[in-house]
Structure formats: structure tokens, C-alpha cells
């Protein structure tokens, strides 16, 4: 059982650049997120999936695009990249019910130069 | 919209004293309530949460927290700290209108001194 793992840990883009985080758990979670940190702040959500099929977006979405087309994989696509698209992200899930408690996967490091 | 003040940016405090970290949020209904840790460069662990039930909840690595209604408060407490404690703490809630998704605060720094 990995729980959520995403990939690449690393990545450096050149602006206008674009590239997919992938995210993946195995834990059949319906709910899955995408949040990014920036220094000094709190995590922010970009997207969310309510299930296969189901997205919508949260706090900070413009920029990024989601797809959820299984139960497993939640990737975020980020188009045109940025300098204000530095960030850390991470990808989260949960099951619903109960306390919605979410477990977080290790983060990908994203610079835009 | 829900929202999460934690009004220490930094706090430091000597191995052995007791800590206090201060979360207060602003929810209409009752909120899912959490405290996570992160170490540097590391991603985030879950300390504790809360949704109904005892207000006291006891959380890993000899934490607790204290649900009140009244103060909007859900504040972090240890009784002795240990250096290994020292991390970013983030206090979140989380809305059942937005499937549930995490609302942070923007964290407290915890410093620990010999």
C-alpha cells in the first residue's frame, strides 16, 4: 500500500513551458485534491475531485487543469507556465465519511525560471 | 467562507516547557477541524483532528488539542517539548460545500532551544 505518491519530485520549467504532476493513490479514495505552498504560507487548493468523472475548482485554479478519469489518478496540467507558478505541490485524498481526514503525498518542487 | 487565523508566525520555546499554539476559525456550521506538522522539505503529517464527540483530543507524538465552540478556538497543546518537535505546525478545516477540501492557516514557525 504506497498511499499517494506523485511524480516528479523535482522539476524546473522555462516560462510558457508545460508539463502534467502526476498523482496517484491506492487506497480507493474518492475524494482527491491539489494544493500548492508557497514560502512562508499554508497550503492552497487549486482543484478538487469528488470522484471519477467529477472536478471543481478551489481557491486558486487559473493556470492549472485537472482530469479525473479514475478512482486513482488525480494529474495536474499546468499550461503556459509562470514565474508565479513556483511553488511546492501537493496532491491529497480522502475518503468521505467520518472525519475526512486526508493523506498527503511527498510534494513536487516546481520552479519556473 | 471558512478561514483559519493562527496569530503566531514564530514561537520558540527551551526543551521541557509546555507549548501552546493558538488556531481560530471562522465556520458556520461545525467545522472538521485538524492540526498537521511539517518538517523542512518534508510533506505533512497528520498531528490530529476533531469533528464531534470530546472536545479534548489526543494526537500522535503526545500532542493534544482543545475544541472550543465558544472561542472558535482549537488550540495545540504539549506538555513538555522535545527538539525533535521543532517544525512548521498548520492548523485546517474543512467544508463539507467544497467535498471536504482542507482550509489552512498560514502556520506557526516552532523553534526549540536547548
Known amino acids: 500500500n504506497a498511499g499517494v505518491t506523485q511524480t516528479p519530485k523535482f522539476r524546473i520549467l522555462k516560462i510558457g513551458q508545460s508539463m502534467t504532476l502526476q498523482c496517484a493513490q491506492d487506497?480507493?479514495?474518492?475524494?482527491m485534491y491539489w494544493y500548492r505552498q508557497d514560502p512562508g504560507m499554508g497550503l492552497k487548493l487549486i482543484y478538487y475531485?469528488?470522484?471519477?468523472?467529477?472536478?471543481d475548482k478551489g481557491e486558486v485554479p487559473n493556470g492549472y487543469n485537472v482530469s479525473r478519469s479514475t478512482t486513482e489518478d488525480f494529474p495536474l496540467r499546468l499550461e503556459l507556465a509562470a514565474p508565479s507558478q513556483t511553488s511546492v505541490y501537493f496532491c491529497?485524498?480522502?475518503?468521505?465519511?467520518?472525519?475526512?481526514?486526508?493523506?498527503f503525498g511527498p510534494g513536487t518542487r516546481l520552479t519556473v525560471t | 467562507a471558512q478561514s483559519v487565523t493562527q496569530p503566531d508566525i514564530h514561537i520558540t520555546v527551551s526543551e521541557g516547557a509546555s507549548l501552546e499554539l493558538r488556531c481560530n476559525y471562522s465556520?458556520?456550521?461545525?467545522?472538521?477541524l485538524f492540526w498537521y506538522v511539517q518538517s523542512p522539505g518534508q510533506g505533512l503529517q497528520l498531528l490530529l483532528k476533531?469533528?464531534?464527540?470530546?472536545?479534548l483530543v489526543q494526537g500522535i507524538k503526545g500532542f493534544e488539542a482543545e475544541f472550543k465552540r465558544s472561542q472558535s478556538s482549537f488550540n495545540l497543546r504539549k506538555p513538555s517539548v522535545h527538539w525533535s518537535d521543532a517544525a512548521e505546525y498548520f492548523c485546517?478545516?474543512?467544508?463539507?460545500?467544497?467535498?471536504?477540501?482542507?482550509?489552512f492557516g498560514k502556520g506557526t514557525s516552532l523553534l526549540v532551544t536547548p
Open positions: 491529497a485524498s480522502s475518503l468521505p465519511g467520518g472525519t475526512h481526514e486526508q493523506y
Open positions: 487506497m480507493n479514495h474518492n475524494y
Open positions: 475531485s469528488v470522484g471519477a468523472g467529477i472536478t
Open positions: 465556520y458556520g456550521a461545525t467545522p472538521y
Open positions: 476533531y469533528f464531534s464527540g470530546d472536545t
Open positions: 485546517a478545516v474543512g467544508a463539507a460545500d467544497s467535498g471536504y477540501a482542507l482550509n
